[in-house]
């Protein structure tokens, strides 16, 4: 991680639905004044951590650094909340330069569908029956058979979000790998997944999708009844998220290895 080259002086504000995030909004907006998207430099936003997704999505193909400061329920996307001195924090700020995941579906009926996601890929059962997968990496067969409630690839900026909380690996962020964790697998028992290379490619075929329907989500959007998913990591996108020195993702990471 390095600094950002030009100063920041310009700056847009987004805030989460939360009364508390409003309000922020409307302070800092006062005190460091609010430029329309298309004349800021960077993004400042104000929430949780799916409001951070949010952004990014939103934010795409801007090329404008986005710096959170956390007013919601998890924020470990987020800087902690501050409003003195925020143009000099941005400043010495820390960048993460990050790229999605690119899923692409197809559904039992053949129509296809393309999304993004910043965190990971999850399929995940349907109904009471378990999902039934079958495996490849770069179009091999490498699990035959994976009986579970699903399973999900996961970016190393995710890897602390539902990755963690299914036993996955916690990845650094210059790792260049993705974590491929199952949810409640069943069958093998004993399995828990497989660190892949950036460069893989991942692709998820649906058994018995009559019996056993399976969704697909990338972040926030969902596609149901599918019948397999690519997933691969997109390198033409990126993305710049600031952290502040000494407190940057690559820390965060760290740190949340030792946590209780």
């Not at 922020?24 to 993004?43: F, I, K, M, N, S």
């Not at 801007?62 to 710096?67: A, D, E």
């Not at 329920?73 to 925020?86: C, Q, R, T």
């Not at 697909?216 to 596609?223: C, G, I, K, L, T």
């Amino acid at each position: 991680m390095t600094k950002l080259p030009v100063p920041i002086t310009r700056l847009t504000f987004a805030a989460s639905d939360r009364p508390e995030a409003q309000q922020a909004r409307e302070r800092l907006a006062t005190r460091y004044g609010d430029y329309a998207p298309a004349e800021a430099q960077a993004v400042v936003a104000l929430g949780g951590d799916g409001f951070m997704l949010e952004i990014l999505h939103r934010n795409l193909l801007s090329g404008r650094p986005i710096y959170g400061m956390n007013q919601g329920s998890v924020g470990f996307l987020m800087n902690d909340y501050n409003e003195d001195d925020l143009l000099e924090r941005l400043n010495a700020a820390e960048h993460a330069r990050i790229h999605p995941l690119t899923m692409t579906t197809t559904d039992r009926s053949g129509a296809r569908q393309e999304a993004l996601a910043f965190n990971e890929v999850s399929l995940l059962r349907q109904t009471r029956q378990t999902a039934k997968l079958e495996i490849s990496i770069d179009r091999k067969v490498r699990m035959a058979e994976l009986v579970c409630d699903g399973v999900l690839i996961s970016t190393p900026a995710g890897s602390t979000a539902y990755n963690l909380s299914a036993h996955g690996p916690i990845i650094p962020l210059d790792a260049r790998v993705l974590a491929l964790t199952p949810i409640s697998a069943f069958r093998p028992r004993r399995w828990r997944g497989a660190l892949l290379p950036h460069t893989a490619r991942v692709t998820l075929r649906v058994l018995e999708p009559d019996k056993r329907p399976v969704s697909a989500v990338a972040d926030n959007f969902e596609v149901r009844d599918i019948d397999r998913v690519e997933v691969a990591e997109n390198r033409d996108l990126v993305l710049t998220m600031l952290f502040d020195a000494g407190r940057g993702l690559e820390e965060r990471v760290l740190s949340e290895q030792f946590s209780n």
